[in-house]
């Protein structure tokens, strides 16, 4: 059985994203890995061909030119994936987005999840639990816009795409069937500073073809309701970026922010504390039972 990996990324440098470590947590998994390499107004490229020369036996980097004009509902980011994912060979893919990280003491989970899943027709992919690091890497955001579960390992072969904005993957439409591995995705695409925060909104806008913001605050991090501390630990590939991380966002001390989203939110979270389920959660797939396995 053969894994491909692949990601996209374009401005990687501009928006911070912690991209090298990305890939890095994801190569132990995969027996190839893809990098759709956007045209970018920084030294992306760069990095990609770093990656590819530290991993020659397993990178194969594709560029592509991100169309600009007429884009909504983060089609591009669909369209660029979906480029990534034709490229694999492998029987499993593993996606993962340039903001996000496996941690290695998870990849046995991810691994053991692959063998269960692989014989059993029924099943197209594999659902991850998503750590959502807000502000800095001390603290997680929780709450029903943010999202619990994602696929991010699925079989080759099926017809599989992903799915508006590429958060997560469609087959015919229709959502995956999936299976859970308890592995994590660690999301840190709100680690940000003040000025990373204002270069990200105004970049990723055009992307759902909206103006870019100039109201001030479109560009804070608020102390949300169900917000936690982390007492884990970080992903290895993490440790320098986290160390040299420098100005970012203590959220525990901001300043709160009561509009509808946050009160669904609050609403949410007092519901999960005594019923086990989340009222009205947007998924990508239709976790299964693995008593079939």
């Given at each position: 059985m053969k894994i491909s990996g692949f990601t996209i990324v374009r401005n990687a440098e501009i928006l911070d994203f912690p991209f090298k470590e990305s890939v890095r947590s994801a190569i132990p998994l995969c027996d190839e890995f893809i990098i759709n390499c956007g045209d970018s107004d920084d030294n992306t490229y760069s990095l990609c061909d770093e990656l590819q020369k530290e991993f020659p036996d397993k990178i194969k980097i594709i560029r592509s030119v991100w169309e600009r004009e007429n884009q909504t509902?983060?089609?591009?980011?669909?369209?660029q994936s979906d480029a990534a994912m034709k490229q694999c060979r492998g029987n499993w893919l593993i996606y993962i987005q340039a903001d996000?990280?496996?941690?290695?003491?998870?990849?046995?989970?991810?691994?053991?999840a692959i063998q269960k899943a692989n014989p059993l027709t029924e099943v197209d992919g594999i659902v991850f639990d998503y750590l959502h690091f807000y502000g800095n890497y001390f603290f997680l955001a929780r709450g029903r816009n943010w999202y619990r579960r994602e696929v991010r390992a699925l079989k080759n072969g099926r017809g599989i795409e992903s799915f508006r904005d590429a958060q997560g993957f469609r087959l015919s439409g229709k959502r995956l069937n999936a299976i859970a591995s308890e592995a994590r995705v660690f999301h840190y695409g709100y680690v940000r500073n003040q000025e990373g925060l204002m270069k990200k909104t105004h970049q990723l806008s055009q992307w759902w073809g909206e103006a870019p913001a100039t109201n001030e605050k479109a560009f804070q991090i608020y102390r949300l309701f169900g917000l936690t501390s982390f007492q884990g630990t970080h992903p290895h590939t993490m440790s320098e970026k986290i160390k040299y991380s420098s100005n970012l966002i203590d959220p525990?001390?901001?300043?709160?922010?009561?509009?509808?989203?946050?009160?669904?939110?609050?609403?949410?979270?007092?519901?999960?504390?005594?019923?086990?389920?989340?009222?009205?959660?947007?998924?990508?797939?239709?976790?299964i039972s693995r008593k079939s396995e």
């Open positions: 509902g983060g089609f591009q980011l669909k369209s996000e990280v496996f941690h290695e003491e998870d990849y046995p989970k991810i691994r053991n525990s001390q901001c300043k709160r922010r009561w509009n509808k989203r946050e009160l669904k939110n609050a609403i949410t979270l007092l519901w999960e504390k005594i019923f086990p389920f989340r009222i009205g959660e947007y998924r990508n797939y239709n976790l």
